[in-house]
């Protein structure tokens, strides 16, 4: 997993409140075979139409997504983190997340940040003035900062354990790697008998 | 301290303990098909990591393959790519892979145990939640999610919350033709399908000793049925049977040890468990589903029930829904019900006893001209077998369908599937709308009745012919 440090990017503000899991990436999606290439599923009902925020030629290259309330409510599927990562966000900023999605986001490096809503509003204010606006997700110092002397320059909360695990950018698996000793040991003690496949 | 079976092997098992996470265990078997593993082996690629234990992996093609022709390519696009991607994905990461065709194909679930992988004591996991069927052995077997696939085959272990316990005892002697779909589908009209929900169910008491292995991997592989994690019944006599002399069985003084060992694999006196339930064999009758999840059951002597009769509002509206779906009137005696289809297979029933059984049945006797009945071996050893014991001709003879080892129309994901408005009696194990295909109705039930129901086109025992 890719570690998260400091990201600065451009960003997308999606104004729509309750975006399910189904509306991040439909199920007709699902079944590839591959980790990579959700991208074109990614809002795939929205994305038919021309004007939807994410076809506009000025956030072409964002990589956070500033979205309404409840971002990924619904379904578990983890093809919702896939295809937001695929597309090339680091990033969901957000007052209020879908449990699951949120979960499955942080475990796959995916930063989803929780801001009040009247944060969220100033940053969609801001990037709708100028597109361009560099948005940066300091996971150091668990700030938000964005515009001109940093108009915005919040807080946000995030616990050690995640923070840690994601400025060092360690998935479960990378966690489990870490105790490769101890796995080491006890396949050591395991029964002669056990069988194996080969 | 006095400990239950589950927790006897989670605890031979833990690799790391730390406060306040969860304990990381090691895994001694790792199943794989072609539907959930696609996204996983993805994983290791991107991370450029290895399979950390290939000797302990093995992967079947099932959920997709369809039961006739398997030596043309699959037809369905999305199908075909899916088992062509497992097959790269074997090869690529060396993991011994049992393709359509191969003597060893066979459902996942089937084929672990045909193969004495499954052994007393050991982790299995698959993503697939009908693991739990290896739990028969006295095995801690559970199904796992895309995410955890990986996780298991990077690092052979996964990080696990413990499980609560619970013992289903089941006691007394069943009666001629009951069988073990009957306990399962009557403990799990009993406790719901919510009923085991975070725990590890122990099946234990007299009916359940006598089973046989076939019958007890039944009973545990509905154990998600009831919503537990998995399902255990302690190895003994009959288990140690089984397992003798198949290939991966251990052999000579290895057996020796094995044996010893597994013999300690019983819940200890006076260990407690999270929830009990109890039920006499004797009062059990063959029993079917007339709704739409498996827990809306009753013995094929009754009748569909009137939602309006049922106390618990939730339970009336579910109950209500699924009638609609079922197109059943409720009153309506169970017997009364015709089909269209009966399906004799899954991970269920589809094992050489279960054919065994439906066989007996048939033999002399025709499928009703209004019926299509569909036999499918759990696995080409089932298949083989019965074909040595001349079963498939008794099949054949009686008009059904002799078809080629997979899930075949336990789900609606290869070409045998009902119709819309079309019913069954199906030996598998979900009922779900839409289950064994869009629109199509499924009555869950035992071999037998699936034998009987195919003759007398009604839902029907044994006993009725
Ligand atoms: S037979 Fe049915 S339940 Fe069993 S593994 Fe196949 S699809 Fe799943």
Redesign the pocket.
């Known amino acids: 997993m890719e570690k998260f440090t400091v990201h600065t990017g451009t960003a997308v503000p999606l104004r729509a409140s309750n975006v399910d899991t189904d509306q991040i990436i439909p199920a007709v999606y699902l079944k590839r075979v591959s980790r990579t290439g959700f991208e074109d599923g990614l809002f795939a009902a929205w994305r038919a139409e021309p004007d939807f925020v994410l076809n506009r030629p000025e956030h072409a290259g964002a990589s956070v997504l500033v979205a309404g309330p409840d971002f990924g409510t619904g379904s578990s599927r983890e093809h919702a983190v896939w295809a937001l990562q695929n597309y090339g966000f680091r990033a969901v900023l957000s007052s209020r997340f879908g449990d699951i999605f949120r979960g499955n986001s942080l475990k796959g490096g995916l930063l989803t940040v929780v801001l009040p809503q009247e944060t969220i509003e100033r940053l969609w204010a801001l990037v709708e003035a100028d597109p361009a606006t560099p948005v940066t997700v300091d996971l150091e110092r668990r700030r938000v900062r964005a515009g001109e002397g940093d108009a915005v320059d919040v807080p946000f909360e995030l616990d050690d354990y995640t923070r840690w695990r994601l400025l060092e950018g360690l998935d479960d698996i990378g966690l489990t790697l870490r105790h490769t000793d101890a796995i080491a040991e006890f396949e050591r003690h395991r029964s002669p008998w056990l069988p194996t496949t080969v | 301290m006095a400990r239950t079976l589950a927790e006897k092997v989670w605890d031979a098992h833990i690799v790391r303990r730390a406060e306040g996470e969860p304990d990381l265990l090691y895994i001694d078997l790792h199943l794989v098909?072609e539907v959930t593993s696609p996204q996983a082996f993805e994983g290791l690629r991107l991370a450029g990591r290895p399979v950390r234990r290939p000797d302990l992996t093995i992967a079947t093609e099932?959920?997709n393959v369809p039961t006739l022709d398997i030596l043309r390519p699959i037809a369905d696009p999305v199908s075909r790519t899916q088992v062509e991607t497992l097959r790269k994905n074997a090869s690529d990461f060396g993991v011994r892979l049992h393709p359509m065709g191969d003597a060893e194909q066979g459902?996942?679930?089937v084929i672990g145990p045909q193969l004495g992988l499954t052994q007393p004591g050991m982790t299995v996991v698959c993503g697939?939640?009908?693991t739990s069927?290896h739990g028969a052995f006295g095995a801690l077997a559970f199904g796992i999610g895309t995410s955890q696939v990986e996780h298991v085959l990077a690092t052979q272990t996964l990080p696990m919350d413990r499980f609560k316990t619970m013992a289903v005892t089941v006691e007394g002697a069943l009666r001629p033709g009951v069988t073990a779909k009957d306990i399962i589908l009557a403990v799990i009209a009993k406790i719901g399908t919510a009923g085991g929900q975070g725990h590890v169910i122990e099946y234990r008491g007299e009916a359940i000793r006598a089973l046989s292995m076939e019958a007890r991997m039944t009973i545990c592989?509905m154990s998600i049925e009831a919503g537990a994690r998995a399902g255990m019944i302690a190895p003994d006599d009959t288990t140690f049977a089984y397992l003798e002399g198949r290939p991966h069985a251990p052999k000579g003084a290895d057996w020796d040890a094995a044996v010893a060992y597994w013999r300690t694999l019983r819940t200890d006196d006076g260990a407690a468990f999270d929830r009990e339930v109890v039920l006499d064999a004797a009062e059990l009758s063959p029993f079917v589903t007339w709704g739409t999840n498996p827990g809306q059951g009753a013995p094929l002597d009754a009748a569909v029930p009137d939602p309006e009769a049922m106390a618990d509002p939730t339970e009336r509206a579910a109950a209500a829904k699924a009638l609609a779906y079922m197109d059943l009137a409720p009153g309506t005696p169970l017997r009364e019900i015709s089909v269209d289809t009966v399906f004799v297979?899954?991970?269920?029933n589809?094992r050489i006893e279960d054919l065994r059984a439906a066989a007996e049945v048939i033999r002399g006797r025709a499928v009703a001209d209004s019926v299509r009945m569909l036999v499918v071996p759990?696995s080409m050893r089932v298949k083989e077998q019965a074909q040595a014991e001349g079963l498939d001709v008794v099949f054949r003879a009686a008009g059904a369908e002799w078809r080629e080892a997979?899930?075949?129309m336990?789900?609606g994901?290869n070409p045998d599937q009902l119709a819309p408005g079309e019913r069954s009696a199906s030996t598998?194990?979900?009922n779900f709308e839409g289950r064994q295909g869009k629109g199509g109705r499924t009555h869950l039930v035992s071999p037998l009745v699936a034998a009987a129901t195919a003759v007398k086109g009604t839902l029907a025992s044994p006993a009725d012919l």
């Not at chain 2, 297979?345 to 269920?348: F, L």
């Open positions: 098909h099932d959920h459902i996942v679930h697939d939640s009908h069927t592989n297979g899954s991970c269920t589809g759990g997979g899930c075949s336990c789900l994901m598998s194990n979900r």
